[in-house]
């Protein structure tokens, strides 16, 4: 399910992020946009994706129904925008891609967002959803248990500026562990 070809044929269809947010209802389209509005990387986050060489694939499976997905998603394409040569975003619906959402449930469920990175040649880099630690933590302590958050629903902005850093520190994580390969690092020799 994992291997890079059928990767590279999933991330082949999926939307750009424009795209993925136009083909929602009004309503979701501006949800999605408001909390785009929201989102502000810092200097220092731009200065780390900016200093990417190597390309990192960041497929995503989402929902755009989804709260979760309003309000981290976003950040992904704030993140990417900093240096599209090295990060290519590409968002694919859960449903439609039962297959690929099934073969990675997390805690036993088709959670959203489940993000894979991808090297250059489409083999897997790493997995992260369907929250960040500090959004699974200020949702804790708000005991929102199992149900998902509406769109639109308020976020403090210091969750939003606490969670933009662990997806831009997962990011740089992903691209590091292809950026060391030595497989890599011999085709670039670098």
Partial sequence: ???AAHLKSIFGTGFTYSDYVASGTADQQQSWRAFHQKVQLTGGQRDVMAGMTRRVNVLVISGIWCGDCV??????????????????????????QKVLSDALRICGG????????????FEFLSLYGDKSLSRLRAQAQKAL????????????????????????NEVERAHLIGRLSAKLRQRHGD
Avoid: K, Y
């Fill in 1 to 3: 399910m994992l291997d």
């Fill in 71 to 96: 309000q981290q998603v976003p950040m992904l394409d704030h993140i990417a925008g900093v240096n599209p040569q090295a990060l290519q975003l590409r968002l694919v619906d859960r449903d439609e």
């Fill in 110 to 121: 088709n959670r959203v967002p489940t993000v894979i990175f991808l090297n250059e040649d």
């Fill in 145 to 168: 248990g199992a149900a998902c958050m509406l769109p639109g629903a308020p976020v403090a902005s210091d969750e939003i500026a606490a969670t933009l850093q662990d997806w831009v």
